[in-house]
DNA sequence: GGAGATTTTAAGGTTCTTCTTAGCTTTATT
DNA sequence: AATAAAGCTAAGAAGAACCTTAAAATCTCC
């Protein structure tokens, strides 16, 4: 799960990255709203926390610069005012819902639960074949026996159980896990594929994930 | 499908060929606008990829001299900029479309899509006869057994179902399945149709791919 | 700041794809 | 029936893509 914040003060979004880190969310942070939106642009959140007041374009025109692109990201909007006027003005922007600051950080975390939820309809835990993973927990498990996966390992299987039956192509792969965009020439998807069969395939059996040549790869199952 | 990318950033134009070739498309590249209306002239392209700023022509003439030569090829421009006016001058060029650099791989593979009118859902199935392709999970099953092509033999498989009941020429065939860099005289046609031939045929039966003496190849039911 | 873990790069080996070649078969023409 | 042209087929060479491993670089957490 990845999540954009858009804050100017650093203390909170420090504050924010890293107990969004503990909860293993992938945090980037935006100090501006230009800098925000080419972020919302290029990459594909789960859910965008976004301040009211941040220098540059404002917060409400970043929302509405992102729902014209046809995104439906979840965005809860952190401010500072409570006036009725407020609310309304970023509801009507394209906000699902919003924080006043100060707040507690477990308040944010659940409404951020909520915006994933009715998103990935309640679905924390993926599964396909013998392998399972629950996405709130962290953990994986190979016919019943626990693996550990790194983060990376772990965003790839995601990836590809997300699209199980569909070719990820390796264009695909590096912008979805790796966040790369102009680097053709790199062979960590290998690197990584070739880990994943090793800590979830139980030797004699052949691998799950299959490789299509000049493609990229499948999740199948059987 | 056949496209041609015309962009001077190697990374770039690296990536895209990459990329595009993955997705089952035969790309060119060319690194200048001089470079770029040649090839678009001796060529048959699908679609055309044209960066705004280039060395030699501009990106906008090479458009322009496209249109006055009556290609009506689908371009979608690569723009640094975003000004309104830029695009404006595009689109009165003849540009069908435009991409914003820096952009998500996914978002132009949708802008081609929707050029190419093949939109996802619509299309990912082609059929024939037996024979049945799913674009998607790069699958072909013949009389319900699966088959494993290589990526040559996919495309020109996929060509001949597009273009079934219609007769692909020899010279159409190496326009839109291979790509530049090939003399006339060479069978490696002869040769791929062998091998869909083998994999797709259930031995005793004719084949669905006929042969066309002197002129090319035709897909076929029954 | 250092130890350990993670991630990336690089290189060699292997496998698979693609292209070429060449001899053979079919078809068309005289 | 002979000849030529076009296509078919098989086998092997060249090249690309992938796998594997190890070591280097980077990140994390004391």
Redesign the pocket.
């Known amino acids: 799960m990845r999540i954009l914040i858009v804050e100017d003060e650093k203390g909170i979004s420090n504050f924010l990255k890293d107990g969004l880190?503990e909860e293993s969310f992938a945090v980037d942070v935006a100090a501006d709203g230009n800098k925000g939106l080419e972020l919302s642009t290029v990459n594909d959140y789960d859910l965008i926390l976004l301040d009211w007041m941040i220098p540059g374009i404002s917060g409400i025109e970043v929302c509405r610069q992102i729902r014209k692109s046809n995104s439906f990201v979840p965005i809860i909007f952190l401010t500072a005012k409570d006036t009725v006027s407020d609310t309304v003005f970023g509801l009507e922007a394209g906000a699902n819902d919003y924080i006043k600051k100060p707040f507690k950080f477990e308040e944010l975390l659940a409404r951020i639960r909520v915006q994933l939820r009715t998103k990935e309809g309640e679905q924390t835990i993926l599964k396909l074949g013998n392998v399972e993973m629950n996405l709130e927990t962290h953990q994986v498990f190979s016919k019943l026996r626990e693996v550990?996966?790194?983060?990376?390992?772990?965003?790839l299987l995601e990836y590809l159980i997300r699209n199980k039956g569909k070719v990820c192509t390796?264009t695909r792969i590096i912008e979805h896990v790796?966040d790369?965009h102009f680097?053709s020439?790199?062979?960590?998807?290998?690197?990584?594929?070739?880990?994943l069969?090793?800590k979830l395939d139980d030797g004699s059996e052949s691998s799950f994930?299959h490789?299509?040549?000049?493609?990229?790869?499948i999740a199948r199952e059987e």
């Open positions: 880190g550990t996966l790194t983060q990376k390992e772990f965003s390796r790796w790369m680097d020439d790199t062979s960590v998807i290998d690197v990584c594929i070739n880990f069969r090793k994930i490789t299509i040549r000049g493609v990229g790869y």
